[in-house]
């Protein structure tokens, strides 16, 4: 199994989230997140005030894909999020020791 | 509030005429003077102008709550929300019982003062005297008000003006002393100006009483609904307690950004809507009047609005909400003093041009200066109320479309010759003397307040927010 972290612009979460139930993913966690990589921040003026800020907003996704599937996963993600544009985002993948369905008890894929 | 003034030359007249049959009448004959005592009666009271009176002064109590409590509390930072409500909130109740018991006789009377133009005495102090049956003038002869509402209505001016002084150091002053400051500046500031700005004997009394007045009054001074009262006062007692109070902690080192815009703009809106009430409510009678009061109070505010936005749009590509909603500010405190006067069409030229010169004392001066006017107090309400109140001696002048002034020392009021120069001049004395007399005022009371009680909570408490250190509760949960 494989743990998969998405980093993505919030305006992609819809698109992203229906091409993964298109494949056959059936849960995620969607964080709201901020941080930075090389995409430059954004300026806010308050009545002549600058304020630039250097954290931007970015959302998170968190899904657990048994092996098969990891890679369609990472693919997906990867072309619906996709603009083209620095600030784009980041996927990172892991292994995934278990996964364990707390109200039945199963665990291993079956319990994703 | 004065649509109406009277001129030195006027003063000077009225006496000499005044004087001279005095001289002349035998003592016998002071019998035959006593039938020109003026008494108002129920009858000249008119149900028309109490509805609109009473409408207008529920009005401005909402500028003060919610309005220019969600105005401000948009504007700091969501640790500090609560404590800028609750400063505006509990202002507006103890100045509505300091009114109550000192305020509106110190204002409103002349009798029991050593000094009649300069303040009132205690004659009236827990409105003693005032009752049902008593009344107070307005602008026309022979047209009335009962008394108790010209009270409240002038009551909700008194809660707004040391409410909006908050703005000035929000986020860093300690509770218990701000109390006592408002109540102190209140009675030393506040009601003096008010009573020098504003009190007069009434149009059936000043041609028996010519000098029962206000000093700024019987100099001539126009401030329809209380530019140099309200606007100017408050935001020099703001830049005075900024300057005395210090910099916020982080003050240029760490963003301040504006914690929800969206009640700001909800209490802009409000403001603009309770300044009908203010602006249009000064004129004391439900006519027309009032009603040019009431637009030019749209139109000058709207160009204000717009003209802010504009600059934005031409300096940094991005015209701002909280732009807009400060120009908005910045017009309705620039044409306060003009509202009646003005015609409309001078009134947007006036709103625009006090808008731009607003944004540049918010945006610029104040950068420059380094002086932390947490929600520009001096930057709009004393820069727009000093351009207002010196821009309303050129928009009155009736060449322009103004009204001019009307005389009061005749028996029936009449329009008075207009000097432009002269009345400008006489504009910036009133501005001068506000200035001053409220910028010794404060500065005394903030400096024995730092020295004794302290000013701002400590740096641990200001870190943490002032709603937990100071109010034991959070906005938001």
């Known amino acids: 199994m494989k743990f998969i972290i998405a980093i993505i612009k919030p305006f992609k979460l819809d698109t992203v989230r229906d091409a993964l139930s298109g494949i056959g993913i059936a849960g995620m966690t969607v964080t709201e997140v901020k941080g930075f990589g090389r995409q430059k921040g954004q300026t806010e003026i308050y009545r002549g005030a600058e304020y630039t800020t250097n954290m931007l907003p970015k959302v998170k996704l968190e899904i657990a894909a048994s092996d098969e599937i990891a890679a369609q996963v990472v693919e997906t993600i990867q072309q619906t999020a996709n603009t083209g544009a620095i600030g784009d985002g980041k996927i990172f993948v892991l292994d995934l020791a278990s996964a364990t369905r707390i109200r039945t008890g199963e665990s291993g894929e079956t319990a994703l | ?477």
């Open chain 2, 1 to 477: 509030m004065k649509r109406i003034f009277l001129n030195t030359a006027a003063l000077i007249t009225g006496v000499a005429v005044l004087a001279a049959p005095a001289l002349a009448a035998p003592v016998a004959d002071v019998a035959a003077a006593a039938p020109a005592v003026f008494t108002p009666t129920a009858e000249m009271v008119n149900k028309g102008d109490v509805a609109w009176m009473m409408v207008s002064t529920a009005l401005v109590l909402m500028m003060s709550v919610p309005a220019l409590a969600l105005f401000y509390g948009g504007l700091v930072r969501a640790k500090n929300m609560l404590s800028v409500l609750m400063q505006v909130l509990t202002i507006v109740c103890v100045a509505a019982l300091v009114w109550f018991g000192w305020g509106y006789s110190m204002a409103f009377t002349s009798t029991g003062s050593p000094f009649p133009a300069i303040v009132g005495g205690l004659d009236k102090a827990f409105l003693a005297g005032v009752n049902p049956g008593t009344f107070a003038a307005t602008f026309s002869n022979g047209v009335y008000l009962p008394e108790l509402v010209f009270v409240m209505f002038q009551m909700t001016f008194a809660c707004i003006t040391p409410a909006l002084i908050v703005g000035a150091f929000a986020e860093r002053v300690k509770f218990t002393s701000l109390i006592i400051f408002v109540v102190a500046w209140m009675t030393l500031a506040y009601f003096p100006i008010a009573h020098m700005v504003w009190y007069w004997a009434g149009p059936d009394f000043l041609p028996t009483a010519p000098t029962d007045m206000g000093l700024l009054w019987g100099w001539g001074a126009l401030d329809f609904a209380g530019g140099t009262v309200v606007h100017i006062n408050a935001g020099i007692a703001g830049l005075v307690g900024c300057l005395i109070i210090g910099p916020r902690i982080g003050y240029k080192k760490e963003p301040m950004p504006p914690h929800n815009l969206v009640m700001t703009m909800i209490g802009a809106s409000l403001l603009w809507i309770g300044w009908f009430g203010f602006n249009a409510g000064s004129a004391l009678e439900s006519n027309a009047f009032a009603a040019l009061a009431f637009i030019n109070t749209f139109v000058a505010t709207a160009a204000a609005g717009a003209a802010w936005a504009m600059i934005e749009q031409i300096t940094h590509k991005k015209p701002s909400l909280l732009g807009a909603a400060s120009g908005v500010v910045a017009g309705l405190v620039a044409i306060t003093p003009a509202a009646g006067f003005a015609h409309p069409g001078t009134a947007i030229i006036l709103g625009a041009v006090a808008s731009i010169i607003c944004y540049f004392f918010v945006t610029t001066v104040k950068n420059k200066l380094g002086y932390d006017d947490s929600l520009d107090v001096f930057g709009i309400h004393a820069v727009g109320g000093i351009v207002g109140a010196i821009a309303t001696g050129i928009v009155a002048d009736p060449a322009l479309g103004g009204q001019g002034w009307i005389d009061y020392t005749a028996p029936v009021a009449t329009a008075g010759e207009f000097d432009m120069v002269g009345q400008v001049i006489t504009q910036c004395w009133a501005v001068g003397v506000t200035v001053a007399w409220t910028g010794a005022v404060s500065a005394v009371l903030f400096l024995i307040l730092k020295y004794t009680l302290g000013l701002r909570p400590d740096a641990e408490a200001e870190t943490n927010g002032l709603d937990i250190s100071e109010h034991g509760e959070r906005a938001y949960n």
